[in-house]
Every structure is written in structure tokens, then in C-alpha cells.
């Protein structure tokens, strides 16, 4: 097995357990730099986290030749640019949700990757963990017949200003609130479960009109495989929700997407529940994929195609239009 040698871009919020930590704990990848751009912060990190090399300039990673790979966890204005600069020295490139601010930004990175001859990842890490492989398992096992339809429906309320992540709620910077943050997460999950998209058409607003992006949207899909479905995102709530109901020819699957409840699989004779080992580090199971992917040792898509499929979902249903495949 290959160990991949990694640095990371843009050591923030996310790196501190979500994703950072695995990169050390993994047998297979090794951490070797941290760059950030704030130099106090960022030997803050290096020394909580126990990190030799760390820096400001982001080059001095790129120009490691120990470094096989950068994993990107800046904003996403800057995915681009890091994304081909990496590509450029010849690094592996795995880079943050949502992949980009715009589908042309995503289509750039991958050609520049295809012609650098790097690989590249979108860190929609939900696709490697045990939950979601063991409901597109039971899906493909048709456990709950044929698929005829599904509907997702998220609330979560206003959220409070952040200093630390006030960029967020500025479309320049992150693409598009809580749509393009959590939202890009629900609609690859869909994308993960049912394939291909055939259609999609959305509408979005600013229904609260406390912050200068949609809070509410409404989507529907058709898949290439015939299966439908609608999708509500209500961001300016007041009482949490996460359910996805999942609606066979025998049955009925019930899961949230971004808690930890178990699953139902739901049935005439009764409904069996499937509960999950709650992650210290969510996306340690993506990143151990992507890396061994990087050492050729897993057939993990390396083309950045499945970051490209959500954008153009979410990018749809924020512009409210429709797009056809």
C-alpha cells in the first residue's frame, strides 16, 4: 500500500477535526505542511496539531517534492486557483465542498487536471461512509422492490452571525449560503443514491431577506433510471428537520442526510431500524478512498465528475431554472 503524503491548503474550521486529524491517524497518508495565510493562526494550528512544516506561501508546498497531494479547505473562491496550481506541479488534488463557486469553474479544474495527468476529488465525504453505502446497498439488493419515488426535506433555522465564517453568507465567496454549504452535501447524497440525472429545475429566494442569499428552495429530479422525486430546503426555520423518504414497490427507507439517525427500512410486516457508529472524524473514510485511489489501489472516479453533477443541481436550483441531460 502507497503512503500519500499530503499538504493542506487553508487550515481552518474544517481541518480541525472533521478531516485534519485523519490524514495523520490513516497507515496509508502522511501530513507533512499546513499553510494558512493568517501566520498566527497558523502556528497555532502546527502546534496544537503537532505539524513541523507549516508556512504562508503556498508554493513552498508545491514545490515539495515529498508532497504527492494538497487537500484544498479554503472558501470556495479560491478552489480554482489552488486546484490548477496544484495541478500545474504535478500534485493530486482533493478539494473542499462545494467544488467550486460556478460550473465553468469546475469544468476549468478538471481539463486542467485531465492535461497535467493529476487526479482530483471533491470532498463530499458522506459517499464513504458505512450509512449511506449500506442504503445504496439496499437499494441496489431491492430491498424495498422497485424505486418509484423520493422526497427530501431539510429545516434548520436562521443561523447566527459567525465572525469566523461571516464569507459564507457572501455569494462571491462561498457560491451561495447554505445552498452551496450544506445543500451541495444533500443533493451529491441524492445524486450518490440514484445516478444519472436526466432533469432538474428549481426555485429559490430570499424569503427572510436577513441575509443577501436564498434561504428556501424547492427542486424536482428525474434520474436516467426512471426514478423521481422532489427536494425542500428550508434554511430560515425554526425547528430542525433531516428526513429523506426513499418509496419502493415493497417498501420504504427513512434516513436523514446530514444527522447520524438510524435508518428505517419500513414494510407491511413491520420496520427494522439500522443505527451507526457515530465518526470522530467524518471524512477519514473519503479520505482513506482518495488516497488510496491516488496509489492506484482503488477504482474511486478521479475526474472531479461527480463535484461537477452537484454543482450544476445546486447552481439550477439557486438561479431557479432548468437544466436537461
Known amino acids: 500500500m502507497k503512503n500519500i503524503t499530503f499538504g493542506i491548503i487553508g487550515c481552518g474550521d474544517v481541518t480541525e477535526k472533521k478531516s485534519g486529524p485523519a490524514f495523520q491517524k490513516l497507515p496509508h497518508t502522511t501530513l507533512k505542511w499546513v499553510m494558512r495565510r493568517n501566520e498566527e493562526k497558523l502556528k497555532d494550528y502546527a502546534r496544537r496539531h503537532r505539524i513541523e512544516h507549516y508556512t504562508t506561501d503556498y508554493k513552498e508546498i508545491l514545490e515539495d517534492p515529498e508532497v504527492d497531494a494538497v487537500y484544498i479547505a479554503t472558501p470556495p473562491y479560491m478552489h480554482k486557483f489552488y486546484t490548477i496550481e496544484a495541478a500545474k506541479h504535478k500534485k493530486d488534488v482533493y478539494v473542499e465542498k462545494p467544488m467550486a463557486l460556478s460550473v465553468e469553474e469546475c469544468v476549468e479544474m478538471m481539463e486542467v487536471c485531465k492535461a497535467e495527468g493529476v487526479k482530483l476529488f471533491a470532498a463530499y465525504y458522506r459517499r464513504s461512509q458505512k450509512k449511506f453505502r449500506t442504503v445504496k446497498e439496499l437499494l441496489g ?110 417498501g420504504t427507507l427513512k434516513f436523514s442526510i446530514m444527522n447520524n439517525e438510524p435508518l428505517e427500512i419500513i414494510k407491511p410486516n413491520g420496520i427494522d431500524e439500522i443505527s451507526f457508529e457515530e465518526l470522530e472524524h467524518v471524512q477519514m473514510p473519503l479520505i482513506s478512498d482518495v488516497a488510496l485511489a491516488m496509489g492506484k489501489e482503488s477504482e474511486l472516479d478521479s475526474t472531479g465528475l461527480y463535484g461537477l453533477r452537484t454543482q450544476e443541481v445546486i447552481e439550477a436550483f439557486r438561479d431557479s431554472r432548468e437544466i436537461r441531460y
Open 141 to 250: 439488493n431491492h430491498e424495498i422492490g422497485e424505486i418509484r419515488s423520493f422526497h427530501y426535506h431539510y429545516v434548520n433555522p436562521l443561523p447566527q452571525h459567525n465572525p469566523d465564517r461571516a464569507w459564507l453568507y457572501d455569494p462571491k465567496i462561498s457560491g451561495g449560503g447554505q445552498l452551496y454549504d450544506v445543500g451541495s452535501h444533500m443533493m451529491d447524497m441524492i445524486l450518490y443514491l440514484f445516478g444519472d440525472v436526466g432533469y432538474a429545475k428549481g426555485i429559490s429566494r430570499n424569503q427572510a431577506k436577513v441575509l443577501e442569499v436564498e434561504d428556501n428552495t424547492s427542486g424536482i429530479l428525474l434520474f436516467r433510471n426512471g426514478v423521481q422525486g422532489t427536494v425542500q430546503l428550508t434554511f430560515n426555520g425554526k425547528v430542525n428537520e433531516d428526513q429523506m423518504v426513499i418509496t419502493g414497490s415493497e
